[in-house]
């Protein structure tokens, strides 16, 4: 069971911090908050939101990053959206990318129907569960000296990696990007490949 | 490919040329017998990545994000499979991903195990309801020019095309 810790970090500056020097990450977000999050960092060519397939943001970047392996791919998305595909960090695991990172907005709720409490809310460890499916690096953070060292993991350290950000359930302000799914294909692919 | 097979001739052989031919890299699964000689193929391929999964709405995950990053991937899966699958397809249908699945069938053809018959009877319904293109193949030689087919209508026209392959031809689930 995860330590009781006191959570405290805002997830808006959060992905404010790791978002703020991207160089040429490509980058998948879960449906949901993680979505609104990016979006207020400011969009960008080389995001793809994902708007539903709920459970789906991990094997995403993982197909994008075994096309792309010379391209650090970043997977953000929510504990409810993680949980929902748990078993994908058994595959990601087995596959072993170098250039893939997955990082975890865990609020302990499932924010976009209500703020129910997931499963986090009660005990339960996605780090521990990236290290019961084979991750080699994986961490949870709680506070800023923590993101610190997280940060360069995601970017640099061999993958593939997993970080669990604990962030307060505090409401944010909506911030909607693109959210039509050809637009957003065709844009990122354009952006990668030179065609659509 | 279609005609004048061997006696030891099987359709994985010519649709694992064809993955060759259409430059597939990324092949998903979760492990069927109907499927296992392409399966086996395909692992023995160092120029195919393939991935086994925990359940099959993962791999229509995957082939959307290999579609982003450049690459064709193929998704294989028994029938029972289909069913883990229905709310990712609306991630390819949203986005008009193309996606290319080979499924195997369960519960039709002969089936000896009453509970592969529920999902194996909801298979093509449920893959239309998905609107997901269903191409039904009953014959073996069939298999290898039907994947053909479907592949150019999912790569070239955008969109998610199951070739379904009939019990008959695997002979699965023959023995209760």
Known sequence: MASRRKITLDRRKVVEKILKDRGDILLVTGLGAPTWDAAAVGDHPNNFYLWGGMGGAVLTGLGLALA????????ITGDGEMLMGVGGLATVAVQKPSNLAICIMDNQRYGETGMQETHTEHGVDLAAMAAGAGFQKYSTVYNNRELAEAIPVLYSEQGPVFVDVKVTDAPQPMTLPPRDGPM????????LLGHV | ?????????????????????????????????????LINRCQADASIRSVVLTTEEEGVAQMAGAWLGGQKGVLLTQSGGVGNCINMLSMMQECRIPLLALVSMRGEWGECFPWQVPMGQST??????AKVIVHHVDQAEKVPETVHAAARLAFDSYRAVAVVISQRISGSGSRG
């Open chain 1, 68 to 75: 792309q392996p010379k391209r650090r791919v970043l997977v």
């Open chain 2, 1 to 37: 490919m279609g005609n004048k097979k061997s006696k030891n001739w099987h359709w994985s052989q010519d649709v694992h040329a064809l993955f060759k031919k259409l430059g597939i890299e990324q092949v998903a699964y979760v492990p069927d017998g109907g499927l296992a000689k």
């Open chain 2, 124 to 129: 093509i319904p449920a893959l239309e309801a």
């Open chain 1, 184 to 191: 957003l294909k065709h844009r990122f692919r354009e952006n």
